[in-house]
């Protein structure tokens, strides 16, 4: 692992005053290695063209290279039947792929979902809107003082027969893992369909959707290596075939009349449009690259990573680190500074070349939870070394100077 | 080391003066920037000639935004509110003294664009109070 930062051109760069760039918000986005974009490069440079439709040389090259790369990013998360991959644009839009197309057909009037306070804004704004529309219900499983799912709270919630329990992998505030095996199973017994938000959880561990059984997952590939513009829905073949479409237009059809249309078989019934190819392709391409280096590896690595960060950062005077236990959670660490505005720590931090993330990432309600407004985060990847924990914390005490 | 964070800046976001409430207040405003969670609440008390005679303000946020607040009503006591719609996005920079990102210019110019609001008695602040 520790020539890895090597493979990823931006960590060679200087930002302020000529210092080397920290990257530390692969949370919000992840860092492509050189194989990735290379692959993009050379789609353009030598096989652009339309998929699915041309017959000559060009399209059918640039339609094996797209459909490879749906057969080897569902092998990446144990998933062998390609009409259960989608392509999407990201996590948002699969998540909201499923609350306009299968939840809106299959939920009524005084329907509950069942969702948590952790999720990101995506896993929960497409349920808002559809409960609105709908006349739902919305409820959500309480959380522990040391931020995980309190599942006592749970299995109350599932007596009231949800027809969907939506909930998120991996926080990407409190960097909580959630036991999500055993509460997909709980659902299931409760006669309940799932949803895995896995955007921060398929980046950083070895995610079988087979194993955990999960009815739908949605995932990124711009936090996991790959290009920004493209993202997986997984669902279950049964449940994919009996949904209504998602959006009109060319390649989601097998055949139209001027007045009706008869919808393609999976998975291109849900890709209307000409997709994000060349992103497709550098997808596979990052699946490949995190393959072999391999997920429990890079799992092993951030959290021996986290564990060193939490140790460091709470011999800092005036930080509160947020989140459970190193054994329970991924590669970020959330904090505060006391007496001082996160956006003020960021911006310090970024004089010395250090990137991280402050706000409310887009999970405001968490943080109401919390008792903030705001808070700084440090998320880790492959990439990152301890020599960037110490840099962090180093600025930190910078930080505490600055407002001593 | 940080230009951005100027002993002035630091020292009104810990020692404001201005911070507070007043009694007998005629225009307030309040209004935050959701990116940070900045929050602003501006109360003043103006005569019958439109001169600004007490001011002060509450909230939360970034070192920029309150130090930003205090600065302005500092500058802006003894004035008439004729004045103070005049003011532009640099007259809050020269108060600060520092050059600013578009994320960071929200947080500076939050307070204007509240004080802006009261002053003209609008339901909501819109960014067009503080473009140049
Ligand atoms: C847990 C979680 N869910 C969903 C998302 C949304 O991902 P995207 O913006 O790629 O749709 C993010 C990313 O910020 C996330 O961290």
Redesign the pocket.
């Given at each position: 692992m520790n020539k890895v930062h090597m493979d990823f051109p931006i960590l060679k760069r200087l930002v302020k005053a000529g210092k080397h760039l920290i990257y530390l918000d692969s949370?919000?986005t992840s860092q492509k290695p050189l194989v990735v974009i290379d692959a993009m490069d050379a789609y353009y440079k030598e096989m652009n063209a339309n998929i699915h439709r041309g017959v000559h040389a060009l399209a059918e090259e640039a339609t094996q290279a797209y459909e490879s790369a749906r057969m080897r990013i569902g092998d990446f998360i144990g998933v062998k039947d390609p009409r259960e991959i989608i392509f999407t644009?990201?996590?948002?839009?699969s998540?909201n792929l499923v609350a306009k197309t299968w939840a809106r057909q299959a939920l009524g009037k005084d329907d509950l979902i069942i969702l948590t306070p952790m999720?990101?804004h995506?896993?929960l704004v497409p349920w808002q809107i559809l409960a609105a529309e709908k006349d739902l219900e919305l409820d959500f499983i309480d959380l522990t003082p040391d931020g995980l799912l309190d599942l006592n709270c749970y299995e109350r919630l599932l007596e009231r027969k949800p027809k969907l329990v939506a909930f998120?992998h991996?926080?990407?505030v409190l960097g909580t893992i959630n036991p999500v095996k055993e509460m997909i199973s709980m659902a299931h017994q409760a006669g309940s369909v799932t949803l895995l938000?896995a955007?921060?959880s398929v980046p950083h561990m070895s995610v079988n959707m087979k194993e955990l059984d999960v009815d739908f997952a949605?995932f990124?590939a711009?936090?996991m290596c790959g290009p920004t513009g493209i993202?997986i829905l997984y669902g279950k073949a049964e449940l994919l075939s009996g949904m209504p479409v998602f959006l009109g237009g060319g390649d989601m059809i097998k055949k139209v009349a001027l007045r009706s249309f008869q919808p393609n078989d999976l998975p291109h019934k849900f890709e209307a449009g000409t997709p994000p190819i060349a992103e497709a392709i550098g997808f596979g391409v990052a699946v490949d690259y995190l393959s072999g280096i391999g997920m429990d590896q890079i799992a092993a690595y951030e959290r021996e990573l986290t564990a060193y960060a939490i140790e460091r950062l709470e011999e800092v005077p005036g930080v509160t680190v947020y989140g459970p236990k190193v054994e329970d959670r991924g590669g970020l660490v959330s904090f505060t500074l006391e007496g001082i505005h996160p956006h003020d720590v960021a911006q310090i931090l970024d004089g010395e070349g250090i990137a991280i993330r402050a706000g409310h990432?887009?999970a405001m309600p968490l943080h109401q939870n919390l008792g903030i407004t705001a808070s700084s985060r440090a998320s880790f990847y492959l990439y990152n070394t301890r020599a960037d924990v110490d840099a962090l914390v180093d600025g930190l005490y910078k930080v505490n100077k600055v407002f001593h | 080391m940080d230009d951005l964070y100027r002993e002035i800046i630091v020292d009104r976001y810990k020692n404001p003066r201005f911070k507070g409430t007043i009694q007998g207040g005629n225009v307030n405003f309040e209004d935050e920037n959701p990116l940070c969670g900045d929050q602003i609440r501006i109360d003043l008390k103006v005569d019958e000639f439109g001169t600004i005679v007490e001011a002060a303000y509450d909230g939360h946020g970034c070192a920029i935004s309150q130090a930003s607040a205090d600065l302005l009503l500092e500058s802006v006591i003894g004035k008439n509110v004729e004045i103070v719609k005049k003011m532009t996005k640099q007259d809050i920079l020269d108060m600060l003294g520092i050059e600013l990102g578009p994320v960071r210019l929200k947080c500076a110019l939050l307070p204007l664009k509240v004080i802006k609001a009261g002053i003209y008695g609008l339901k909501a602040a819109d960014d067009s109070l503080v473009d140049d």
């Open positions: 949370a919000a644009k990201n996590t948002t839009e998540i999720e990101h995506s896993n998120t991996m926080s990407n938000d955007a921060q949605a990124s711009h936090k993202g990432h887009c | -």
